[in-house]
């Protein structure tokens, strides 16, 4: 185990791709070592891969490729500006408010950061913020992508350890406010030390419509319940409710009601019965398909086809990554790695909580070094059972698992948001991580939050009846 540990290890500090440093371990260890036929590597990288859950992967990546294409995020940006741009440090609350609405589409904090992060880090020094200050809250509210529904590394999570992907969207949302709630803080503290000013003027009417298409989305529910109460269909209810939106949208040409609805479609429609989180990831391309080729009619053909090369490409990766992966796990499994980490935690403690601030620490530090379904796929098979030994709700792990490696994408050397960030905001590595620093402390409040209050987590999974 050591030496297959040890060759993926220096393989990846020499610059090798972490994906194919996984793989050539593997393949040397079973080569030296014969613990079992060659065959097996490519066996086990087609099993890595042969899931239904994992069809949500390249939907969701197109969904918010699509969305990008077709102009959401300057809607969605514009409506945070409505929203929130007359708070002193106006445009850093709207970079945290953008990132809360695109995270309900794309599922990915590279996609937050590299689609509306772009816009907002460029609109930030227009406005005279310093570019790290641009850079860091960018960061850091990229992170919520993966937190709020639907997420990319909870799909990969459920299907590792065999949990509801649906109750781990739902134990998102909480956790997500929970975040949201203090990166506002932390920008309303900036504010306040620096002299931020506000970047819009208020303006009374503004924030009535945007607060109004706030009020527009959330009644849409209200009015399908009213619906059914007539004896309509659930099925005729929600047509009807569609329709009077889209006439609303049409007339009164709102900025981001029909992004904002993306989310409620999803979560309604699996809360509902209509689809699966996989089935979910088809919606949401449809979705975004109709709101860039008939509502805006933004999309062209060639932004179509740039967007599905996208999204081949980012699939590939990530796919390439499960299997190479899957086979490390294998091999870590069969040297009963997962028994000897197990000895390892029991002989220093027996309480949950001291073993969930070693987790922590675990993460945090590989998350440093590896991708985040490379670290998801590798870790799960080997900390699931110390997790259920423990009494720790494996929903409750998947979000503190997921927030630790989403603050691993803000670091070097293998943080791919602080490598996006890096190269959009023309600094330095050293310069973007430097900037990205004090926006860890509201970061690692809500992870401390979130692991030692689970019901931040479980209540509402467990109000749907998702879990027990």
């Known amino acids: 185990m050591l030496l297959l540990v040890g060759t993926f290890l220096v393989l990846m500090l020499v610059g090798v791709p972490v994906a194919i440093s996984m793989a050539a371990a ?103 913020y310093p570019v790290e200050a ?120 709102f900025s981001a009601v029909m992004a904002l609805m993306t989310p409620v479609i999803l979560i309604g429609g699996m809360t509902m019965g209509w689809f699966t989180p996989t089935e979910a990831a088809v919606a949401a391309v449809l979705w975004s398909l109709f709101l860039g080729l008939v509502r805006y009619r933004t999309m062209t053909l060639p932004s179509l086809a740039k967007a599905s090369f996208d999204t081949i490409e980012t699939t590939a990766s990530v796919l390439f990554i499960v299997t190479a992966a899957s086979v490390f796990a294998w091999l870590l499994t069969v040297s009963q790695a997962a028994q000897l980490l197990s000895t390892a935690i029991l002989s220093i403690t027996e ?56 603050i691993g994408l803000l670091h070097p050397p293998l943080g791919m948001v602080l490598f996006v960030l890096s190269r959009v905001a023309k600094l330095s590595v050293e310069r973007t991580t430097m900037a990205i620093v004090p926006w860890l402390v509201p970061l690692f409040i809500a992870l401390i939050a979130i692991t030692f209050i689970p019901a931040i987590t479980l209540w509402l999974p467990m109000q749907l009846g998702l879990i027990k």
């Open 26 to 128: 593997s393949v040397l260890y079973l080569v030296f070592f014969g613990v079992a036929p060659d065959i097996i590597v490519a066996q086990r990288m087609i099993a890595g891969v042969e899931s239904f859950p994992l069809l949500a992967v390249p939907f969701f990546i197109l969904a918010g490729n699509l969305m990008n294409s077709a102009g959401v995020t300057g809607r969605i940006y514009s409506f945070a500006v409505s929203l929130v741009g007359w708070m002193k440090g106006g445009l850093a609350q709207v970079n945290i408010i953008g990132s809360v609405i695109f995270s309900g589409m794309s599922g990915t904090a590279l996609a937050d950061a590299a689609g509306i992060g772009t816009i907002e880090i460029k609109a930030m020094k227009d406005h005279g």
């Open 134 to 253: 641009a850079v860091g809250v960018t960061a850091a509210s990229a992170t919520l992508g993966p937190i709020f529904p639907p997420s990319l590394p909870f799909v990969i999570y459920g299907m590792m350890a065999n949990v509801s992907i649906g109750a781990l969207f739902m134990a998102g949302i909480l956790p997500g406010v929970v975040m949201t709630v203090l990166m506002m803080i932390t920008v309303a503290i900036f504010a306040y030390v620096k002299r931020w000013g506000s970047d819009a003027p208020f303006e009374m009417k503004q924030l009535l419509e945007a607060s109004l298409e706030i009020i527009v989305v959330a009644c849409v529910p209200v009015v399908i319940y009213l619906l059914t109460l007539t004896g309509l269909s659930i099925n005729a209810s929600v047509g009807i409710a569609l329709v009077l939106l889209l006439a609303a949208d049409w007339y009164f040409d």
């Open 351 to 406: 309480n949950k909580w001291v073993f969930l601030i070693l987790v922590n620490l675990l993460m945090l530090f590989v998350g440093c070094f590896l991708d985040t379904i490379a670290a998801i796929t590798i870790l799960v098979p080997i900390l699931l059972p110390l997790v259920l030994k423990f009494g720790i709700d494996p929903v409750h792990f998947g979000l503190i698992m997921t927030l630790n490696l989403m």
